[in-house]
């Protein structure tokens, strides 16, 4: 029996501001447009994380919120019809979940925690449309070695760790600090390759 393809479209939309994802995407080979939030959306606000919540639980509830809103926004400015790709990455130490730091002192404080610690990097990923929708978890460890306070300040004044899950970037100068890691590398940056490439198929695409 010849398989009937999920979706007739040649290209997707990434609804991510994130140029290390789209960095990820384009290596396989997919068409892909933005579909980057309206200036009146409160994006920040569906990376909330409720009481109690588990770090897995959140970035799986996260990415579905990101997709629900990417296709509003799809239908919202009459885009052609298309799947959407949307991911979210965090970064937990036992149950506590390190999003993205809110400033300077934040971005220390949390690597100061990291620090000579092995901690879970989450990553999420969801592809959908109105009528269907797939998603997948990654999930990779990362071990700080010990890091000197100067070696922190040092860090952080790069401004690199803001705007990053846990306060760092595996692909940048953080890399210098990082004794161990097993999992995904890409995963870790943000947009996990296999799963991500499992997903395309699942929608008829040839990866």
Excluded: W
């Excluded at 384009?26 to 994006?43: C, F, K, M, Y």
């Excluded at 959908?128 to 890091?147: D, H, I, N, W, Y």
Aim: aromatic residues 6%; positive net charge.
């Amino acid at each position: 029996m010849p398989i009937i393809p999920t979706t007739v479209s040649d290209f997707i939309y990434l609804a991510s501001q994130s140029p290390r994802r789209r960095q990820l995407l384009e290596q396989l080979g997919v068409r892909h447009e933005l579909l980057l939030p309206d200036a009146n959306e409160d994006s920040e606000a569906l990376e909330l994380v409720l009481p109690n919540e588990a770090p897995t639980a959140y970035v799986k509830r996260v990415t579905q919120l990101k997709l629900d809103a990417a296709l509003l926004r799809m239908k919202r400015r009459s885009l052609p019809v298309a799947p959407v790709l949307c991911s979210d990455t965090t970064v937990a130490l036992g149950r506590t979940i390190y999003g993205k730091p809110q400033d300077a002192a934040d971005a220390r404080r949390m690597l100061a925690e990291l620090s000579g610690h092995s901690h879970r990097v989450l990553t999420a990923v969801v592809l959908g449309t109105a009528r269907k929708r797939e998603q997948a978890l990654c999930e990779s460890r990362v071990t700080f070695a010990p890091m000197s306070s100067r070696q922190i300040q040092t860090y952080v004044a790069s401004d690199e760790p803001l705007g990053k899950a846990g306060a760092y970037a595996v692909q940048g100068k953080a890399a210098a600090f990082i004794s161990h890691m097993s999992g995904s590398y890409s995963g870790i940056m943000g947009l996990p390759m296999f799963e991500t490439a499992q997903l395309l198929r699942s929608f008829g695409f040839k990866i």
